[in-house]
């Protein structure tokens, strides 16, 4: 199985491919999809969808993982990140993939055993899981690849 995870975002969108051989994760690919700032908003999304496309074709998924939305402060922000969030998904759709969805708590359960983890704990689980140097940066494509990885730690039952 090849999962594909997103941590939406306008400015960076995170993602990260993983495939599962036996029991274990391998890191395929991982990465970002960055827009520029100060453009419109149409055109930041069309770039969303255009580097979603191409990274799912290359990659070739069978499911998609995205995180949910958890926003307590910034509406205006919230919005524009629930838009990417609805691109990503609409693409993952026109691929023809089932996609699962994890809040930030689900996703810091299943990697750490503690839904109020911080970054670097998710992070550092994600370097293990994958058998990784490093932790991934930047954080947003981290935070892909774990909920990728939670994905496939809730599709066997944990």
């Given at each position: 199985m090849r999962i594909i995870g997103i941590d939406p975002g306008t400015g960076i969108l995170g993602f990260g491919v993983i495939d599962i051989v036996g029991n274990k994760t391998k890191l395929v690919t991982a990465g970002v999809i960055t827009t520029?700032?100060?453009t419109p908003i149409d055109e930041r999304l069309e770039e969303i969808f255009d580097g979603l496309t191409e990274i799912i074709a290359e990659t070739?998924?069978?499911?998609?993982?995205?995180?949910?939305?958890?926003?307590?402060?910034?509406?205006?922000?919230?919005?524009?990140?629930?838009?990417?969030?609805?691109?990503?998904?609409?693409t993952g759709r026109k691929a023809k993939l089932p996609i699962a969805e994890y809040t930030p708590q689900q996703i810091k359960q299943s990697l750490t055993g503690y839904g109020k983890a911080d970054k670097k704990q998710v992070q550092e689980m994600v370097r293990i899981q994958l058998a990784l140097a490093e932790a991934p940066k930047p954080d947003d494509c981290a935070d892909a690849l774990a909920a990728a990885i939670t994905h496939f730690m809730m599709s066997r039952g944990m």
């Open positions: 520029p700032a100060h070739k998924p069978n499911v998609m993982a995205i995180e949910k939305l958890f926003f307590s402060r910034n509406v205006t922000t919230a919005i524009s990140v629930a838009q990417a969030r609805g691109v990503a998904m609409l």
